[in-house]
C-alpha cells in the first residue's frame, strides 16, 4: 500500500541527493539486532538508523517504534521490504526525492562490504603461514611449498607425451592411475547427483502466512496442475492485446493486478527447485497481489488455509476465462463479472479441480423430488457427532480397542451423503403441492473431479467461541474409492472402467493449535515417490506412517486416470 507517514519520518536533515548517513550503515559488521544481537529478520529504522529484530524474532523493532512514538516505519536489510506500523502494512511507494531507494542501495552495498570482508579473513586465514624463525625453518617451508606441484607433475607429462601430439605414449605410472579412478568415481558420483531429485525449497513466513505457504506447496505438488498451469501462455500478453479482457479484468481490481502469473513464477521455482545454497524463496509479489486484490486478507493475521485456497482458485478460474486467448464473447464476460455459476463456463480451474454434484429434495407429503446439479471445487465434509466425544490414544486400540470407535474419511463422506431432513425454515416448495412443505435432501457426485480436494469440518461455531475437533482421521494414501458415492448409469458421470474412481494422495494440510486466530499450517506432499514435510522456511523428508498420523485438514487425491480436457 502507499504509506502516507513517509515524509513525516524522513530525516529533515537528508537532501535531495544523499540520505543521512547512519553509524549503523558504516559498520564492517553484518547486521544484527542492537538489542539482542540477532541477525535474524534485523529491520532498519529509516528515521534514527538503529538496528532492531523484528516482531517474530523477539520485536525490538516494535518497541523501539512504540518508544519513540514517532520511528515507525522500517527496511527490512535482506529482503529490502519497507514496512509501517502505524499502518500495520508493507509499504510500496516512495518520497518524492527516492528516499526509500537510495537508502536501499546503501543496505546493499554495506551488504556486499561485510560479506567480502568476511571472505577475506577466511582466506587469510586458510593460506596463513608461519614466518620461519630460522634458514632451516624456511627452507623446510619452502619444501612443503613445493610438495602440491610434484603431486600434479605426472599428469602434465601425460598430457604432453599423449599419442594425439605425435610421440609414443610412455607407460602410465602408477600414481596417475590411481588419479584418474578416482576422478572417474566422482564423475559416477556426479552423474547420480544428477539423477537424484532436486532440492525442495521452502516458502519464507511474511507474518503468519503458514496458511498461504501450505496452500502453495501442496499445489506445486500436484504435478499435473502445475505442468497445465506454469506452460500457459503470458496473460500479461494477452491482457495488452485484448481490449475487451483488459476492460473486464479493470472491472475486477482497479489495478489490473493478474494473480495467475504471480503464482505462476512461485510454481515454476518450486517444482524446478534450486541446486545452490538457498533453501527458502519469498512469495512476497504473490502475497502482496492477493492483498489487492481480496482485502480480506491483508494485514499479518492469521487466516485459514480452506478459505484462501478457495479465494486463490475462484480468482484463477476468472482470469483465465478472461485472458486466456479463445473464442471470447461479451456475454461470457458479463456472466463471469455477475458470478456465473461454474457449470456454465470450464477453465483449467474447473477441469482440473471441478466435479458435479446431484442434490435431490424429495416432499414428504407427496414423495415428488426435484434434482439440480452443482458443481463444486472441494467437498467439505463434517466429522459425525458419534466421533466427536473424547479422543482415546493410539495406545488403546493398540490394546484392543474397537476400531469402530476411530473416525475414517468414508465415515466423513457417508455423512455428507446421507439424506436429512430440512429444517422449518428451508422447507421446500413443492410444485405439486403448490406449497412449502416438510422435505429432505441427500446428495450423491454426478461427476467426478481429477483432483478432489477433501476439506474436514475440523471448527464449529459455539454461542461464545470457535472451538476446533481435534480428532485424528483416518485416510488412504492410496486407493481412495469413490465409487460407492457415485451414481450409477447416468450421463456424465466420470467412470469409464474401474479404476477411474481410484484416488491416491498427493498432499495434506494439517493445522496445529486449537483455534484458526492461532496455531500453524504446515504441508505434506509427495514427490518423485518420497514425502516432505514442509514448514514455512523448513523442508524435512518424511515417512508413509507419518503422513498416516497426521490430523488432516485439508486431503488432495488425484485421480489415478487423469482425464484433462
Not at 611449498?145 to 598430457?159: C, E, H, N, S, T
Not at 609414443?168 to 547420480?192: A, C, F, R
Not at 476400531?403 to 466423513?412: A, E, G, L, Q, V
Request: charged share 20%; with cysteine; aromatic share 8%.
Amino acid at each position: 500500500m502507499e504509506c502516507c507517514h513517509l515524509d513525516k519520518v524522513t530525516p529533515p536533515s537528508s537532501s535531495s541527493h544523499h540520505p543521512p548517513v547512519f553509524p549503523s550503515l558504516l559498520s564492517q559488521d553484518p547486521f544484527s539486532c542492537s538489542e539482542c544481537g540477532s541477525s535474524e529478520s534485523v529491520w532498519l529504522c529509516i528515521t534514527c538508523g538503529v538496528l532492531n529484530c523484528g516482531r517474530y524474532v523477539q520485536a525490538h523493532a516494535l518497541k523501539h517504534k512504540e518508544y519513540t512514538k514517532t520511528h515507525s516505519v522500517c527496511l527490512e536489510t535482506k529482503e529490502l521490504s519497507v514496512f509501517c506500523y502505524d499502518c500495520d502494512e508493507f509499504v510500496i511507494n516512495d518520497t518524492k526525492d527516492s528516499y526509500i531507494q537510495q537508502l536501499r542501495s546503501r543496505v546493499i552495498q554495506q551488504r556486499s562490504t561485510a560479506s567480502s570482508l568476511q571472505i577475506e579473513n577466511s582466506n587469510s586465514k586458510s593460506t596463513a603461514v608461519p614466518a620461519p624463525t630460522s634458514p632451516q625453518k624456511q627452507s623446510a617451508t619452502c619444501q612443503t611449498a613445493v610438495i602440491p606441484a610434484r603431486a600434479l607433475r605426472p599428469r602434465v607429462k601425460r598430457a604432453v607425451n599423449s599419442p594425439v601430439m605425435g610421440g609414443s605414449s610412455p607407460k602410465k605410472p602408477k600414481q596417475p592411475l590411481k588419479n584418474e579412478i578416482q576422478q572417474q568415481s566422482k564423475k559416477k558420483s556426479k552423474k547420480k547427483k544428477n539423477l537424484s531429485p532436486k532440492k525442495r525449497l521452502g516458502l519464507k513466513n511474511l507474518g503468519n502466512t503458514c496458511f498461504m505457504n501450505s496452500v502453495l506447496q501442496s499445489l506445486s505438488n500436484i504435478e499435473k496442475f502445475c505442468s497445465i498451469l506454469t506452460s500457459l501462455p503470458s496473460l500479461e500478453h494477452q491482457l495488452n492485446t485484448n481490449r475487451e479482457a483488459k476492460v473486464a479484468l479493470t472491472r475486477l481490481s482497479a489495478d489490473g493486478i493478474i494473480v495467475t502469473e504471480e503464482l505462476k513464477k512461485v510454481l515454476c521455482i518450486l517444482r524446478d527447485g534450486e541446486d545452490g545454497k538457498l533453501n527458502a524463496v519469498s512469495p512476497e509479489s504473490l502475497f502482496h497481489a492477493i492483498w489487492k486484490v481480496v482485502p480480506r486478507f491483508r494485514g499479518y493475521q492469521q487466516q485459514d488455509a480452506h478459505e484462501f485456497l478457495r479465494y486463490m482458485l475462484d480468482r484463477l478460474h476468472t482470469e483465465l476465462l478472461l485472458l486466456l486467448p479463445g473464442k471470447f464473447r461479451n456475454e461470457r464476460i458479463e456472466e463471469v463479472l455477475r458470478g456465473a455459476p461454474l457449470a456454465k463456463s470450464n477453465s483449467i480451474v474447473t477441469s482440473v479441480f471441478g466435479g458435479t454434484l446431484q442434490s435431490e429434495v424429495m416432499c414428504l407429503n407427496c414423495r415428488s423430488t426435484s434434482k439440480k446439479l452443482d458443481p463444486f471445487l472441494d467437498l467439505s465434509v463434517d466429522i459425525p457427532q458419534q466421533f466427536t466425544g473424547p479422543v482415546r490414544k493410539c495406545k488403546e486400540r493398540d490394546s484392543g480397542g474397537s476400531p469402530s470407535n476411530y473416525c475414517h474419511i468414508h465415515d466423513c463422506l457417508q455423512k455428507f451423503m446421507e439424506t436429512e431432513e430440512l429444517a422449518d425454515s428451508e422447507r421446500f416448495f413443492c410444485n405439486t403441492c403448490k406449497s412449502k412443505q416438510p422435505s429432505t435432501k441427500k446428495f450423491m457426485i454426478r461427476r467426478l473431479p481429477n483432483v478432489l480436494c477433501l476439506h474436514i469440518k475440523r471448527f464449529r461455531w459455539t454461542a461464545y467461541a470457535r472451538t476446533k475437533l481435534d480428532n485424528h482421521i483416518e485416510f488412504p494414501v492410496t486407493g481412495l474409492d469413490m465409487s460407492g458415492y457415485l451414481l450409477q448409469n447416468q450421463s456424465g458421470t466420470r467412470l469409464s472402467s474401474a479404476g477411474s474412481s481410484l484416488y491416491d494422495l498427493a498432499a495434506v494440510i494439517v493445522h496445529h493449535g486449537t483455534g484458526t486466530g492461532s496455531g500453524h499450517y504446515t504441508a505434506f506432499a509427495t514427490n518423485n515417490q518420497a514425502w516432505f514435510h514442509f514448514n514455512d522456511c523448513t523442508v524435512k523428508e518424511s515417512d508413509y506412517q507419518t503422513v498416516c498420523s497426521t490430523k488432516a485438514y485439508i486431503l488432495f487425491y488425484v485421480q489415478r486416470e487423469f482425464c484433462f480436457s
